[in-house]
């Protein structure tokens, strides 16, 4: 029996726009795990806040009925449609209206008219089951994603939904916290009978999970259901595509330092980097990996002053935190892993304008400009709003912004994101030119590593609260 | 106390001391506050700044009355300095006898103001914190392009309305995925009520001004 059924629906972000969803008709079975999975910037995260009836009321336009237990969705109010179909969100920071969880828990109980005598023991049960009970009392900044995640599956327990949606909801957690809410889930499936969505892209761990698997097919804007063959076949690609390490160099001792690690230690809401002690040659092309939630930002953000640290951590032999943050600016340079944070004004070339008036030499004139533009298929663009760009463009758009600055050394957090193999290789080619041709510092954070052994000179990796150089990439 | 009730005592106390001139009452006042204030162990620190933020205008409006009005009247010039310090430290009394927390909670129960704006306040006060390092971060990046952004810079304020924008559409698709409708009735864990004393003590504080105000021996 269909549990959700979707009936010729069609949706728009702006009636302007192209449709995200076209024409489309799909069922989900009750009591069955489902994954939902095709390239990001698709639709997937929008056809969940469809069956979730978030959209069209916050957002867009849409057309045909989305109907759970044969009831249309958007007829019924909050605190009933919260009881049928509940959603885990992407980014675990900003799912929470209270403090604390136990706060959550208790607005959202409150908000379905629990009685106030059922309310404590409905709360211990939810937050012994997605295992939030130690930290029920904290303060949601003070908690990790995966933490935070945690939190959010208690809240859909409390809600004890039919219909739980999760929209890539482990991007941003560790993965012991991915495989705990993967269990959680499937015991929610096999013992509560619940229906569970997931919006993934990344397919590992799922296979044995699941009970059907749905592909989203950007350019005909449409789900459909695999068939068991076309899953497998799915699965074995993307197994296949699992990136295999080639070998490459160790850094030599006598390389100057960039920067400098001695018995380093940070902490953000939890322990990250424990006592590290290494360099970071200047003039090189350094990959940076490890897990989830394990510190890499968190190391970036200290690197640029973000972020407070104890033990040592020089740049060029200068302690970081007592170095002037406007001066130092101008010699190392974070490229955000949010696109957005690095804009500044509202069109394309407007930003390119920005960056060439305050760029510190005159290595990229408009012609090489036009020329980059070209090869990351930006062109053409220049009077489209920034943030109007898919979440690629965004990346490219944000890479070529801050090479044009030409700062000598230069952080990337996750630039390959959401990132085609073309325009990856196109950047890395651009940071290798950077690295041999000017002489710059490159760091950058990846966990996209198909091919980037071609063009990185070392591996730094990020495991156990400690940093390592690594053979292989 | 309840909050909703002491905020309407200190309310209609401001209030009235604004319409009379009584220097007697500014003074029991701010001792009264200073005593509730002790009572919830306050730190140290607020009332040094109590007392030096209201300085300047209260020592302003004492020169100005006492030396530049018409009537240069030595007594107003002293009701309008003790009068800005009883607005100060009214103040003072109240934010230490509640929380944020229990002031909405207790206007959403007991005043009955819109479920709407007591959790859009909440969410809001949540956001701080965020906001603060939002715009750290908005700096920093600026810094890396080679532009330093002040807090009166355009595109800061621009860059942090994009952010405030973002996030109240994110709050308010929260609030609704966990439940809650606009103005909708709620249960609550923890019912708050007005305890008996609390219209003792109002009445006693009303009826004592009262008595200060409009005494013959002023």
Redesign the interface.
Known sequence: MSKINLNDVTFHYETTLPPVIEHQNLAFDDGTFNLLTGPSGTGKSTLLKLI?G?YP??MGEATGTITVNDQPVVDL???K???VV??M?Q?P???????TPRN?L???????????DL??ARVNDALTFAGVTDFADRK??SLSGGEQQKVSLA?IVA?NAEVILLDEPFANIDPDARLFLLTQLTTLVKKYHKTIIVADHDLSDYEPLIDQLYIFDGERHQVHQADAGEAQTRFAAFEQRQHQPAPIALPAAELSPEFTLDSFTVSHQTPLIHDASLNIPQGKFVVLTGANGTGKSTLFDAL???QTYTGSLQWQGQEISKLR??KY??HV??V?QQA???F??ITVAEEIA??L????TAAWTQNRINATLASLDLSGRDDQVV?SLSEGQKKKLQVL??LI?D?PTLLLDEPLTGLDLVSAHTILKLLRHAVTEEHHTVLMITHQLTDVSQYADYHLHLNNHQLSYEARL | MNPTILLCLVFFVGVEISFTSVIWANVVIITISVLVMLWHRAPLLSYVRLLLVPLIPAVGIWFSIRYFSTAQSVHFAWVMATRIYAYAFLGGLFTFSTTT?KTLASLEQNAHIPTTFV?GM??AF?FV??IRSEV???R?????????LHFWSP?LLF?SI?AALN?S?????????????EN????????IRIPWWNYVVTVISIVGLQAILFSPLK
């Not at chain 1, 008036?357 to 510190?360: F, I, M």
């Not at chain 2, 920093?140 to 330093?148: F, V």
């Open positions: 979730v978030l009321a916050f109010p909050a605190s449609r919260a009881q509940a959603m969100f980014n920071s900003q799912q929470f209206a209270m403090e959550e208790i607005f959202t109980l409150e908000n379905l008219q629990v009685p106030a309310m404590d949601f900044t809240v809600l640029v002053k973000l943050a406007r600016a101008q340079a974070l955000f957005a944070s690095q500044l004004t920005l960056s008036k305050y760029q510190q943030y912004l801050m600055m700062v | 927390e959790y909440l969410g949540n914190p965020k750290k971060i908005i920093a990046s600026a810094q890396m392009r080679g532009i330093d595109q860059k994009v996030w559409e994110n709050l308010a698709e929260a609030m609704t995925s966990h439940g809650f409708t909708a009735p709620r249960t609550h864990r923890t019912v």
